[in-house]
């Protein structure tokens, strides 16, 4: 992983510039090839796995390209996921693709901030973290009125972890325990396995999902990163893939819109569907699509929606079901199981020990407005190593 990263910045260094950008919205890894002159045979020689993959590059995500004095690409490097990228190098006359781990760092901070404006505002203002914001608006959405029920001068705190990426904030912050105080009550959030709990372990959120095909046989799970042992390289699987015969029907996992019905690279006619909470499914390789699935068209949970097949990089007739939440991958499997409200035995034990721990330190932040321990994300490595040739696009 390491070694990678070290291969990149030599070269970065050797290259006439190092360029960051955006992905942009509708570019996919073939149009991107063909922008910069890259044989399309690259990315027709990569296996089922890595196609899949490499359509799962999501508009917006920041990536960096390495050129020559000659303006050819020698380097690139996308994230799939926050824990894999894909890397393309150039090693003499031919490019070749492979999917390496994220190098980031975990930090912990912790602070509490006095109310003047509304919680996201005053959240970012102290912190400059955005997404941190982000989510401990969505972690007490089903708690607190935020509309109503927040008044000037009320508090809040929040223990949080968060990854570093190259001196940057990366992915999805994850709040650890957080609390509120409006009109002298106190409401307090907990992270546990996946899941927002209250302090006596009931489950926050209610959305649940069901299985888009009845009576289904999982044949892959999901993953964000894992090592192939036999083929000795990186691979990843965003979704859960369910066995199932030709024709069989592919029901909507839940009500929503339909963002997407067609062909999706890899994933052959495909179907995506936008929830509520930010929540969106993929329903991938149908033979053919239910009559009156288009672009636009609401659907309700349990509606067919399409059929399954192999369309696309299949190698026979099975249903690949991917959930992202908020643009990122999740493993499905924990929403489309048996809804239950609260957390029950040697679980709940475990839990309220955590909630007695963090509960302790959220207070303390409360009566203490001292600076907020906020971690510190710079990193000379990271200036010092890519200052050459260093160019922002962003623009």
Same mark, same amino acid.
């Given at each position: 992983m390491k070694f990678i990263w070290i291969l990149f910045i030599i070269t970065a260094l050797l290259a006439e510039s190092v360029v960051r950008y955006h992905w942009p919205r509708g570019e996919t890894l073939l149009s991107f090839f063909k922008k910069h002159h890259i044989p399309p045979q690259v990315y027709y020689n990569l296996d089922r796995e890595a196609k899949e993959l490499a359509d799962e590059i999501r508009a917006g995500v920041e990536y960096f390209v390495a050129y020559d004095n000659?303006?050819?690409?020698?380097?690139?490097l996308v994230p799939i996921n926050e824990e894999l990228q894909l890397h393309l190098i150039k090693k003499r006359d031919r490019y070749i693709i492979d999917f390496v781990p994220i190098f980031y760092r975990r930090l912990e901070g912790e602070f509490s901030v006095a109310i003047h404006s509304n919680p996201y505002r005053d959240i970012v203002k102290r912190s400059g973290n955005i997404e941190l914001a982000r989510e401990f608006v969505s972690a007490f959405k089903h708690r607190v009125d935020f509309s109503h029920a927040i008044y000037k001068g009320d508090h809040l705190a929040i223990i949080y972890e968060q990854k570093v990426r190259l001196g940057k904030f990366f992915g999805a912050p994850k709040i650890k325990a957080a609390v509120i105080e409006t009109g002298g009550k106190k409401n307090y959030v907990f992270y546990y396995q996946g899941y927002y709990y209250d302090q006596f372990g009931k489950k926050i959120e209610k959305i649940i999902f069901q299985s888009p095909i009845k009576y289904a046989r999982i044949t892959s799970r999901f993953t964000l990163r894992r090592w192939h042992p036999i083929l000795h390289r990186y691979r990843a699987h965003l979704g859960v893939d369910f066995g199932a015969r030709r024709?069989?029907?592919?029901?909507?996992a839940g009500s929503g819109r339909v963002l997407f019905a067609g062909r999706k690279g890899g994933y052959g006619n495909t179907v995506i569907i936008l929830h509520k909470n930010?929540?969106?499914t993929l329903y991938a390789h149908l033979s053919k699509f239910r009559r009156g699935i288009y672009r636009g068209r609401y659907v309700h949970q349990g509606q067919v929606i399409g059929y399954v097949g192999s369309t696309g990089l299949s190698t026979g /007739?099975?249903?690949h079901f991917g959930l992202y939440k908020d643009e990122r991958a999740i493993n499905p499997l924990p929403l489309i199981k048996v809804a239950k409200s609260g957390l029950w035995g040697k679980k709940l034990r475990d839990f309220k020990k955590k909630v007695r721990i963090y509960k302790k330190r959220l207070d303390a932040l409360l009566n203490d407005q001292?600076? /907020?321990e906020i971690p510190e994300i710079y990193d000379l490595v990271w200036k010092e190593l890519w200052c050459k040739g260093w160019k922002n696009a962003e623009g």
């Open positions: 000659k303006g050819r690409v020698v380097h690139l024709g069989t029907p592919v029901r909507a930010g929540y969106k /007739p099975h249903l001292a600076i /907020p």
